[in-house]
């Protein structure tokens, strides 16, 4: 025999539990991996300027640690380049969502 008790539900509760069934899925399941591909296809510029701002790092650290300080210093400075492109990029891609969901579709 199973101790089930009867829990009592305010109305309340009750009324949005027959909205959500009412209404059904609201919005679809969108997982990791679709929403990176996703973002990536609105915006291709974004990761651009991401791995161009690794890649100046990464070289940068390199030329640091094997005394090359010409080349070092210059790595930062086109790290420091790389990272204002992507902050251009992602500026340039929120103004073009904003502006492709405030136009209505004919």
Do not use: H
């Not at 997982?31 to 296809?41: F, G, V």
């Not at 609105?42 to 791995?51: A, F, M, T, W």
């Not at 380049?81 to 340039?92: E, P, R, S, Y």
């Amino acid at each position: 025999m199973s101790n089930k008790i009867p829990v009592s539900l305010p109305e309340e509760e009750l009324d949005w539990i027959q909205l959500r069934q009412d209404l059904g899925p609201v919005a679809e399941i969108e997982t990791t991996k679709e929403k990176l591909q996703r973002k990536i296809k609105e915006n291709p510029l974004v990761p651009l300027g991401c791995l161009a701002t690794t890649a100046a790092l990464t070289m940068g650290l390199y030329n640091f640690r094997t005394g090359n300080r010409k080349m070092s210093q210059l790595m930062m400075r086109t790290r420091i380049a790389a990272q204002g492109f992507t902050v251009c990029a992602l500026i340039v891609g929120v103004v073009m969502t904003y502006t492709d969901k405030k136009d209505p579709p004919k």
